[in-house]
């Protein structure tokens, strides 16, 4: 079945947060006395929910965070994203070039989308069209997300691609009987690929990749 519509996940895909947001978590957890390399820190959480992120960093401390941590990285992620976050490399041009309805589903909560999205201004192609896990309580690799996004935007899961940069996410995507792309660098190719994704590493191939895949 030809696509009919194509599903973003936000993070890694739409705008160039993965390294960004886990920057500032290395730099949080160090004041805790946690150590962590960033590519370390990108491995560990890259598509995890934060409540599995600060499990995995509790579990390393061996102590509980203060229940205001998740609050404090919001804030502090919130204030490097208005600073420096920028768009993926590619994506505006390649959204200008897809002619079919689009949306995105993440796993971030809605306001942190949002605020990625205004700041890349990519807001404008996606206002009224934004998913996020936390408004149904499940998170990928669980289906639900994408099978709710496509729902509410009136298309049947075998005629939607997913687009993705996470392991978490292709397997979400591959579960919800979607087609998806995996959007990715060298290394992490195999990985995606073994997860049912067809992988691709430039944003200038998306629009080709849709009309054919």
């Given at each position: 079945m030809q696509t009919e519509l194509v599903i973003f996940d936000c993070d890694g895909v739409l705008v160039d947060s993965e390294t960004l947001g886990n920057?500032?978590?290395?730099?949080?957890?160090?004041?805790?006395g946690l150590v962590l390399e960033l590519e370390e820190a990108i491995l560990l959480f890259k598509g995890c929910k934060?409540?599995?992120?600060?499990?995995?960093?509790?579990?390393?401390?061996g102590k509980k965070m203060p229940q205001d941590f998740?609050?404090?990285?919001?804030?502090?992620?919130?204030?490097?994203?208005?600073?420096?976050?920028?768009?993926?490399n590619g994506i505006e041009a390649a959204l200008d070039k897809i002619n079919l309805p689009i949306c995105v589903a993440s796993s971030g909560p809605p306001e942190k989308i949002k605020l990625a999205l205004r700041v890349t201004n990519l807001l404008p192609r996606f206002e009224g069209r934004i998913f996020?896990?936390?408004?149904?309580?499940s998170w990928k690799p669980a289906p639900d997300l994408f099978l709710?996004?496509?729902?509410?935007?009136?298309?049947?899961?075998?005629?939607?691609?997913?687009?993705?940069?996470?392991?978490?996410?292709?397997?979400?995507?591959?579960?919800?009987?979607?087609?998806?792309?995996?959007?990715?660098?060298?290394?992490?190719?195999?990985l995606l690929e073994a997860c049912g994704a067809h992988v691709f590493h430039s944003m200038c191939q998306l629009p080709s990749l849709l009309s054919h895949y």
């Amino acid at each position: 079945m030809q696509t009919e519509l194509v599903i973003f996940d936000c993070d890694g895909v739409l705008v160039d947060s993965e390294t960004l947001g886990n920057r500032i978590l290395v730099e949080f957890v160090a004041e805790f006395g946690l150590v962590l390399e960033l590519e370390e820190a990108i491995l560990l959480f890259k598509g995890c929910k934060m409540a599995d992120c600060v499990a995995v960093i509790e579990q390393r401390l061996g102590k509980k965070m203060p229940q205001d941590f998740v609050t404090q990285f919001r804030a502090r992620t919130a204030e490097a994203f208005e600073r420096e976050l920028l768009p993926v490399n590619g994506i505006e041009a390649a959204l200008d070039k897809i002619n079919l309805p689009i949306c995105v589903a993440s796993s971030g909560p809605p306001e942190k989308i949002k605020l990625a999205l205004r700041v890349t201004n990519l807001l404008p192609r996606f206002e009224g069209r934004i998913f996020s896990s936390y408004e149904i309580g499940s998170w990928k690799p669980a289906p639900d997300l994408f099978l709710h996004a496509a729902k509410n935007m009136g298309f049947q899961a075998p005629s939607c691609t997913v687009v993705e940069d996470s392991i978490l996410g292709v397997r979400a995507g591959v579960a919800a009987g979607m087609r998806v792309l995996g959007y990715t660098n060298q290394s992490e190719a195999t990985l995606l690929e073994a997860c049912g994704a067809h992988v691709f590493h430039s944003m200038c191939q998306l629009p080709s990749l849709l009309s054919h895949y």
